[in-house]
């Protein structure tokens, strides 16, 4: 599967360059977020950080183009205790 960026070739070049010191990114209101939106912002950030689509020791393409990503307020990751 080939997936295409929108971003002009100029465009992803300025955004590499602007992000090639960044080591986590942290995304705030991913519930607001549709599915489609967290899909291009993978595709993209894949294209920036990872554009030979390299994989993991299990064969699986890496996330948000290898990046460490963190959404810091996903209900997914809150603590929850028993009272």
């Excluded at 990114?25 to 939106?37: E, I, P, W």
């Excluded at 460490?68 to 209900?75: A, G, L, R, T, V």
Aim: aromatic share 8%; glycine share 8%; charged share 25%.
């Amino acid at each position: 599967m080939v997936v295409t960026c929108r971003a002009s070739i100029r465009k992803l070049s300025e955004l590499r360059s602007f992000y090639s010191e960044t080591d986590v990114f942290l995304v705030d209101k991913v519930n607001a977020m549709s599915a489609a939106m967290l899909a291009q912002m993978h595709d993209t950030m894949s294209e920036l950080f990872n554009p030979n689509r390299k994989k993991d020791a299990q064969g699986n393409e890496l996330p948000f183009g290898g990046k460490k990503s963190h959404f810091p307020w996903c209900p997914g990751t809150a603590k929850t205790g028993n009272g």
